[in-house]
């Protein structure tokens, strides 16, 4: 059970990233591009739902590098937590139920968005002092 304290601490750990505010949530940034943000749930989101019930608790959007990204993150983490929803078709990015996803899983997927913007001599610096 992760929260955004947790996501703050691992995103702030990495090079470069910077903490803004975008639509009112924190968002987390990389070579001025946003990698991570706070997604809550609008309106028309909770609609779509219908009689299903939205995922709790805190949730988290983080960028993959395209769709074929995207498909094999779900699939393969369909029981971590991770998902999407219509807002997002066509977009390459994930959605994280922070509360059933294990911190190992979260840090690897932070750290994943974080290379998709990450300028290469900074990604290629980090990684090389893993």
Do not use: C
């Not at 989101?45 to 709790?56: A, H, I, N």
């Not at 983080?62 to 074929?68: F, G, H, N």
């Not at 498909?71 to 807002?87: C, K, M, S, Y």
């Amino acid at each position: 059970m992760m929260s955004l304290g947790d996501v703050e601490r691992v995103v702030l750990a990495l090079p470069g990233t910077e903490e803004a505010t975008r639509y009112g949530t924190r968002t987390w940034k990389v070579g001025g591009k946003a990698y991570a943000w706070e997604r809550p749930f609008s309106k028309a989101d909770l609609k779509r739902f219908g009689d299903e019930t939205p995922p709790s608790g805190p949730i988290l959007a983080l960028v993959v590098e395209d769709l074929a990204e995207k498909e094999a993150v779900l699939q393969a983490r369909a029981g971590d937590g991770f998902f999407t929803i219509p807002h997002f078709d066509g977009y390459a990015a994930v959605l994280v139920q922070l509360d059933e996803v294990s911190e190992a899983v979260l840090k690897e997927a932070l750290l994943d968005a974080w290379l998709v913007h990450a300028p290469a001599d900074v990604a290629k610096a980090h990684l090389g002092n893993r």
